[in-house]
């Protein structure tokens, strides 16, 4: 969202200004800590869910700055979420190599598989902090 104002006189009141254009407690920041919360939560509900700990991860941060006041809606923790950008965007098919043993273990059908290498099909991403952001509209 952005917005002009404009005045006339010598003595402009900067800190009014301020207070409704480039603050979060002023009527704008108001109105865009709102419409963060609805993407927010709607972000939370579309996320795919395993552990847990990407949805908890989803929060918002605002501030203000010379350009005016804004709320950014973040998803993920460095080093704790590192595969938020294959859960939102997807990935191509590709292989996967064991790194520091000679073999990958998984379980197939409750048994226990060795293999030296997967052929992984990719999968589509969810692109929820996308349709969060459309459906909050």
């Known amino acids: 969202m952005r917005g002009e104002f404009r005045y006339r006189g010598h003595n402009p009141d900067e800190a009014a200004i301020r207070a409704v254009y480039q603050s979060l407690n002023g009527p704008i920041g108001r109105d865009l800590d709102r419409r963060a919360r609805r993407v ?3 972000a939370k509900q579309l996320v795919g869910v395993k552990s847990g700990r990407l949805r908890g991860s989803i ?3 605002g501030g203000g700055n010379q350009y ?3 709320v950014h809606v973040i998803a993920g923790i460095p080093g704790v979420t590192n595969y938020l950008q294959w859960h939102h965007f997807g990935s191509a098919p590709h292989i996967i ?3 520091r043993a000679r073999a990958l273990r998984f379980e197939v059908g409750g048994r ?3 293999a030296t ?3 992984h099909p990719g999968n589509r991403g969810t692109y929820f902090l996308t349709r969060a952001l459309n459906a909050a509209g």
Do not use: I, S
């Open 97 to 99: 190599r064991p790194r």
């Open 59 to 61: 929060r918002r941060q």
């Open 112 to 114: 226990v598989v060795f």
């Open 68 to 70: 005016g006041a804004y």
């Open 40 to 42: 927010e939560a709607a």
């Open 117 to 119: 290498k997967v052929n």
